[in-house]
């Protein structure tokens, strides 16, 4: 009975409004028996009607029940007299997702369910949909600025995995021509292993009629059952191990450069999983995404070869230098085509007077090297021709620069070896600065000099290019036998998270654990050390050891 404010209202009044709601409803008494289904609740069941429905278990009727969220649900109302509320999707004749409510009372439980099917699809849809567009944004962040692109596109496999198919391996053909899948991954972490063995074997294996193989020397694309691809595998090790993944459908996408193919995106979906359209053209973006970044990664690796070529050919080996060792080294940066105006030199006077130079253009391109090519040039002529002292030498550039090259700007540090093949007197070191990292000197017990103090002191020693009328100072140090004169370039010591003069603290201690050692190998452990990798600029180097005793080789 249901009372209103005008007092009583009958059954049939009740009966009239339950048999006029838009939502399907029932009720189950305390067996779990129909005893009450509305009009809409019939007209959605299919097959019985209600009448021959009213006095049967609902498990009964709707086996497929047990074992749901329904079940469990309607039995945790009863248990503990409180209403429940959900959403669920329903497999049954009328399958769909389900808005639910039920009510337990004393005579036994009221159901409420409405469909809502259609409003779960939409929502399903803009949820997808902002997974794309985040899948995307992920992939473009991932590959747009990556310069390892193999490691990236590794990556890649994780990124499309669960947002686009269930499994996923990442495939590129390397600068030889050979495919080699570089990455995979799985939405369940107990295949992930299995996959992996399977992309570790398929490449040399499937067969040329294959998805894959059509992908990379034609550039289609495919979507085929997994199935048919089996059918092509003769039997093996790859074909055992993609019937254990056992994927449903295999879709395979090119990753398109300009004029090749450059590798392969396949995905591999589980029985059940329904890929749209939207799917497929999100799929198709990331392999030409991938495509894009792998050619762009190339072409920066073959500028970069250029560059680095015509870097090493603006610099040649050191002379034999009489009573001395020289040693000399460059490594070009990482960034791809980062070719800049690094450059060392070492040579001898008119007089046979040995020079050795370091020194770096500023600017990172192909212009800095060229200009680099041409002050090295002019300092050697320069130095050679007049015999002259390292400040005049620098001073003589400066000139040249402002006459010539308008707008260059270089550091460098000139320093000339005296007193070597049996001159009079102790060997010594004349050298002078122009902006340039200070010089450092490793001597024979060990210590180590830096010369010009730290670089905070060299503010007054202008770069080249700034001021030709500059006074160049000069200074002379004293070197012993066996010492290790040392010059480079800023590349060796500057760090984005540390100071300058950091970096001469550790350049430091790194000479004193290598004093010792053969020139070469005490310059490659340095820069092993120092760099840690390739580094992010350009380094170069130059380093003499004046041998002990004034013998000549």
Known sequence: MVVNAGGKVGQETLADVLEAMPAAFFFLDRQWRFRYINAEMDRMLPGASREELLGRSIWEVYPQLLGSRFETAYRDAVTSGRAVAFEAPYAGERSGWYEVRAWPGAEGLAVYFLDVTLRHAAQEAARRGTARLGLLARVNAELSGALDITSALGRLARLVVPTLTDACIVTVVDRDGRARDVGSWHADPRRRELLQRYAAVRMETLPPASPVARALTAGTAATESVADVLALMRPGPARDLLELLGPERASVLPLPATDRTVGVLTMYDDPGRTADEEDLDTAREVAAQAGRAIERVHRQSQQAQLAE???????????????????????????????????????????????????????????????????????????????????????????????????????????????????????????????????????????????????????????????????????????????????????????????????????????????GRPLGELCDALLDRMLEGTPADDVALVAVTVRPGGSRR
């Open 309 to 515: 070529a015509l870097q090493r050919s603006l610099l040649t080996e050191p002379p034999v230098i009489p009573d001395a060792t020289v040693v000399v080294r460059y490594v070009p940066a990482a960034e791809a085509a980062r070719v800049g105006g690094d450059w060392y030199d070492a040579f001898l006077q008119q007089d046979g007077t040995p020079v050795i130079v370091i020194g770096d253009v500023v600017g990172h391109d192909t212009a800095a090297a060229a200009a680099m090519g041409q002050l090295r040039g002019l300092l050697r002529g320069i130095a050679h021709h007049s015999g002259a002292g390292p400040a005049e030498v620098l001073r003589g550039l400066d000139e040249a620069i402002a006459s010539m090259h308008t707008g260059a700007m270089a550091t460098a540090a000139v320093a000339r070896l005296e007193n070597l093949a049996g001159a009079p007197g102790r060997p010594r070191l004349r050298w002078a600065n122009a902006g340039h990292p200070p010089p450092f000197v490793l001597s024979p017990d060990r210590t180590v000099t830096m010369l010009g103090g730290r670089l905070g002191d060299l503010i007054g020693d202008l770069m080249l290019g700034v001021d030709a009328d500059v006074v160049r100072a000069e200074s002379v140090v004293d070197v012993e036998p066996g010492s290790v004169v040392l010059l480079y370039t800023d590349g060796l010591i500057e760090r984005r998270a540390s100071t300058i003069d950091a970096g001469l603290d550790r350049l430091r201690s790194c000479l004193k654990e290598l004093a």
